[in-house]
């Protein structure tokens, strides 16, 4: 044989190999090829479900762990804003308040304002609590007085203030104090 004839001859046995080769990847690989790329589309869709049902089952954990102090918070918040006029709580925080800083009480009275009816059927009415008070002491022990007041659990605010000065005869001068201390709850 000549060697173009040789030539040629390999040529088409290549020729028909490539053709084989190619025939065998469009009939068995292919099909491989197809169900492995099915198979990974469909791990990474359960993966991706899997994550995401850890992550709610982490916020469902988060939640229950939340609303178990919940009762905490409530019983907190009842202590800002109590659920009932309660004249005993307010008396016994100013006297006590007045009796940490070295303050004599000389009166108390209290009073129940109006309530004020709420904007939103979702938030309860609030009630007020008036309490007048009269206080006798030191200008810095009224200072702390006023300054536990602000800091104070329940909800207070001071709407009317009034100083006077006091001398007994043979006595250093006190200041007396007229304070009016508004108080707030929840009403039904």
Same mark, same amino acid.
């Given at each position: 044989?000549?060697?173009?004839?040789? =030539?040629?001859?390999?040529?088409? $046995?290549?020729?028909?190999?490539?053709?084989?080769? *190619?025939?065998?990847?469009?009939?068995?690989? =292919?099909?491989?090829?197809?169900? #492995? *790329?099915?198979? /990974?589309?469909?791990?990474?869709?359960?993966?991706?479900?899997?994550?995401?049902?850890? &992550?709610?089952?982490? =916020?469902? %954990?988060?939640?229950? !762990?939340?609303? %178990?102090?919940?009762?905490? #918070?409530?019983?907190?918040?009842?202590?800002?804003?109590? !659920?009932?006029?309660?004249?005993?709580?307010?008396?016994? +925080?100013?006297?006590?308040?007045?009796?940490? @800083?070295?303050?004599?009480?000389?009166?108390?009275?209290? +009073?129940?304002?109006?309530? %004020?009816?709420?904007?939103? @059927?979702?938030?309860? @009415?609030?009630? =007020?609590?008036? *309490?007048?008070? /009269? $206080?006798?002491?030191?200008?810095?022990?009224?200072?702390?007085?006023? /300054? +536990? $007041? &602000?800091? !104070?659990?329940?909800?207070?605010? #001071?709407?009317?203030? /009034?100083?006077?000065?006091?001398?007994?005869?043979? &006595?250093?001068?006190?200041? !007396?104090?007229?304070?009016?201390?508004?108080?707030?709850? %929840?009403?039904?």
């Amino acid at each position: 044989m000549r060697p173009s004839s040789k =030539r040629i001859m390999f040529i088409l $046995l290549s020729l028909a190999l490539l053709l084989g080769a *190619a025939f065998v990847y469009s009939s068995l690989i =292919r099909d491989a090829y197809d169900s #492995v *790329a099915a198979l /990974r589309s469909e791990l990474i869709s359960k993966t991706d479900s899997l994550n995401r049902t850890q &992550e709610t089952l982490t =916020r469902v %954990q988060s939640l229950l !762990n939340s609303l %178990q102090n919940a009762p905490e #918070v409530q019983k907190r918040a009842e202590l800002i804003l109590p !659920n009932s006029k309660d004249i005993g709580y307010l008396a016994s +925080q100013v006297i006590g308040l007045a009796k940490i @800083n070295g303050l004599g009480l000389e009166s108390l009275s209290t +009073q129940i304002a109006p309530i %004020q009816p709420s904007k939103s @059927n979702i938030v309860r @009415n609030v009630g =007020r609590l008036k *309490a007048e008070s /009269r $206080l006798g002491g030191s200008y810095s022990g009224f200072k702390a007085f006023l /300054r +536990q $007041l &602000e800091d !104070n659990i329940l909800l207070l605010d #001071v709407s009317d203030l /009034r100083v006077e000065s006091y001398q007994a005869k043979g &006595e250093a001068p006190t200041l !007396n104090y007229a304070v009016s201390i508004t108080s707030y709850y %929840q009403a039904e």
